[in-house]
């Protein structure tokens, strides 16, 4: 329980069991580094800059957990930059030096040193050695009651080049206990909720769930010493009635930060959860902390399960779990307990997918229920799997994980039929080669190395799906994270591309898609989920999912290209409709759309633009504007091109509050567009402008729908 990650002990007992010091004495500041200079300390070689750094540097991973303005960040000029910075003398008057460290984990190298008599009495380093890790600068502290009295020198290092090549250091100072240390709570599991309260921007601490020495809860959190932005949860149901232990690290002396955590039946914010100001209403985002990419889409026994990348402790990324809501039409959608847990801290669970093993191929059903198995990445262990006998509410790890090792991550299994085995496309990183991997296995647990394909990043996915809705002719499918498509053919253990890429999503809030696996036969549907990079930092969620789509084949002028259109199942959530026919648009005609005000919209409409000019439709504020003589739609910083078919474009648009989802001539083009509409704006409008069109005739809209949308979650 003392040993933290990276090799650093922080002991509050040893603060206890210290002689008793009398009268309490006050700390002594040693350094804050919050001058421009660094004053009488010297520093030597280029790394350490002309003075203390305001933060992150330039080409460096941001930098977090140093007090005030300025650190001490020899990343100056990056890692290839050494050098030295060294204290004037100063004498040893308390029991600890506590100070905040980060960077390299190098010792000897780029490290922080404690010199009496010239010679090495501490040192310490940073957590990192390896490639990724964090430039967070936790509590350190040194015990130097035995050097009392004397003399001492702090000497920072950064003699190392290369990867982790750099230190940083903040906040030295000497008191009677350490500055910072670790903090306990006992409770017992009597209500559902621990929440924890959360201020964006404060310090990462380290907190445990504890049940005697077994952890079982472990995750960073930027714990709030005063109020709170927002508060977390952790859920003791798995718990009840248990004695547990709160555990933190790195609690400031004074702090009430484990004070104010509150056990309750009801997360904090349950009153206005769904109603929050800047929730998106028919999109689904979690109830508390971050996510990003969705994760093993399937559809079981009437439900449709999200699972997706989650930080619950948090706004920002981090801690990745796998949270999960299931939906019984893909339009409402109900949070439940989390998924996947890390195996243990630092080991995260990174995306993945899932498939309802029907035949019962791994041996893991133990009752009438099909078995679902989530294939996920573990980031410590390779890529892995787990199971669920309960319709997805509780999974249990595999015993013989990891099932494939390799450098990469997010494992996409399908089920081959026609050679009946298992396929996982996985994103595989060999130094700079980025591309993905296909693995085959009869069981879901032992794999063998099929091929690799060059070219795509992160979060594959590989489908079949018949061109012009004809299943004698289908094509497959392969895309990554950012949906670009190649078109080919899969034997079930090589992807032969026949064209592309092909650009898919045209917006700016798409990222990481995947699709349902076990969609049943009579509906057929290829159906898409993307992460939708949209969030707020007033809420105390942030990002979302975009609205479901779904993906078919066509042939155009260009060849065989991928479409993608809202799922029906949006229809449901229709309220009054506006509709309108054969208008004809001329620049300076007033806004045909100026009766109708709302917030959420599905928008449905076909016109013919004139020879030149622009059809413009504002949705609260935002232009998606056409230019009939560039033939391109474009909608804040994204544009696409555009060709009217039959001489008419037809749009289909989509208005939350913070996404506008544009599909242009039935899902050719698909632009989901991140915006934060302007609560007070509920107007749609509708215009021509440019040339009056004095030459050819002016715009004509065929048909328009507005339908206003209720929110989805009642
Ligand atoms: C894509 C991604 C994945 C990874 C996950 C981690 O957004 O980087 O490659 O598994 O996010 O959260």
Known sequence: MDKIG???????????????????RADILVADFEAADYGDWTATGEAFGPGPARGTLPHQMPVTGYLGEGLVNSYYNGDGATGTLTSPAFTIQRRCISFLIGGGKYPGE??????????????????????????????????????????????????????????????????????????????????????????????????????GD???????????????????????????????????????????????????????????????????????????????????????????????????????????HWGHAVSPDLVHWHELPIALYPHTFGDWCYSG?????????????????????????STGRGESIAYSTDRGRTFTDYAGNPVVRHTGRDPKVIWYAPGKHWVMAVYDERGDSKGVAFYTSPDLKAWAFSSRIEGYYECPEIFQLPVDGDPAEARWVLYAADGEY??????????????????????????????????????????????????????PFNQMMNFPVALSL????????????PVAEIESLRGTAHSFEHLALQPGDPNPLAA?????????????????????????????????????LACGDCAAPLKPEDGAIRLRVLVDRLSVEIFANNGRIYMPMRAVLDEANRSLE?????????????????????????????
């Open 686 to 714: 509708l215009a021509a402008t440019g040339a009056p069109a004095t030459t050819g005739a002016p715009a004509t809209v065929d048909a328009i729908a507005v339908y206003e949308l209720r929110s989805a979650w009642r």
């Open 6 to 24: 990276c090799g650093w002990i922080l002991l509050a007992a040893m603060a206890a069991s210290l002689p008793a010091a009398g009268a309490e």
């Open 214 to 320: 077994e952890t079982l809860r472990e995750f960073d959190i930027e714990l709030a010493d005063g109020e709170p932005d927002f508060w977390v949860f952790i859920d003791l149901a798995p718990f009840a009635g248990q004695s547990l232990i709160l555990w933190a690290d790195g609690i400031p002396k004074n702090s009430k930060a484990l004070d104010n955590v509150r056990q309750q039946d009801a997360i904090i914010g349950a009153d206005t959860l769904y109603r929050e100001r800047y929730r998106p209403q028919f999109h689904f985002s979690s109830r508390r902390g971050w996510n990003n990419d969705p994760n093993g889409l399937v559809y079981h026994a009437g439900e449709y399960h999200l699972f997706y990348q989650h930080n619950p402790y948090g706004w920002k990324w981090g801690n990745m």
């Open 486 to 539: 190649a078109i080919g053919a899969f034997d079930g253990r090589t992807f032969t591309p026949e064209s592309g890429k092909h650009p898919f999503n045209r917006g700016n809030c798409f990222y990481a898609s995947q699709t349902f696996s076990n969609i049943p036969a009579a509906d057929g549907r290829r159906i898409q989920i993307a992460w939708g990079r949209t969030g707020h930092p007033d809420m």
């Open 353 to 377: 997918s899932a498939v309802v093993d029907a035949a019962n191929t791994a041996g893991f059903k133990t009752s009438g229920e099909d078995v679902i198995v989530a294939a996920y990445t």
């Open 596 to 632: 109708v005000s709302g917030e959420l919209f599905d928008i449905d409409m076909t016109f013919r633009p004139g020879p030149t000019g622009q059809v413009r439709l504002v949705a609260r504020g935002l232009p998606i504007v056409y230019d009939a003589a560039a033939q391109t």
């Open 554 to 565: 066509h042939t155009t002028g260009e060849g065989i290209r991928m479409f993608a259109l």
């Open 110 to 211: 780029a490290c922080m040193n404690l010199l009496v008599d010239g010679a090495v009495a501490r040192t310490a380093t940073g957590p990192n050695d390896r490639p990724g890790g964090s430039e967070q600068l936790r509590w350190h502290h040194w015990d130097v009651n035995e050097l009392a009295g004397r003399e001492a020198v702090i000497e920072i290092l950064d003699r190392r080049t290369g990867g982790w090549g750099h230190i940083n250091v903040d906040h030295i100072i000497q008191g009677d206990e350490p500055f910072a240390a670790e903090k306990q709570i006992e409770l017992t599991a009597r209500h559902r909720y621990l929440n924890l309260p959360v201020k964006n921007g404060a310090p990462l601490r380290r907190m445990r769930l504890l049940r």
